[in-house]
């Protein structure tokens, strides 16, 4: 008997607002930029990317490729997009 696999997007799963908090609270937690920048744009694509881009005045496929698993997003445009879905970047003291 074979299996058939299918392709999984984490962003279907992505159906509320906390959904996406406790997803990019998790990929906060890793620490690794890469990861954080992928997750944001899980976060993105599941709100909607062509969304995101109007709400942040940046180009579509700008937002695909800074936010992908190889992307380098600018700090600016992170912040902007964390805006358009409604989340806060904050600080702590480490420990904490």
């Not at 159906?15 to 976060?43: N, P, Q």
């Amino acid at each position: 008997m074979t299996e058939t696999l299918h392709a999984y997007d984490p962003a279907e799963a992505l159906t509320s607002d906390e959904a996406a908090d406790l997803f990019m609270k998790d990929a906060f937690e890793t620490r690794d930029a890469g990861y954080i920048a992928h997750a944001l744009g899980v976060a993105a694509r599941a709100r909607g990317m062509s969304r995101i881009a109007e709400e942040t005045g940046l180009a579509r496929e700008a937002l695909y490729r800074s936010l992908a698993n190889d992307g380098n997003p600018t700090l600016k445009s992170m912040l902007a997009v964390m805006q358009a879905l409604g989340l806060e970047l904050t600080s702590k003291r480490a420990g904490t």
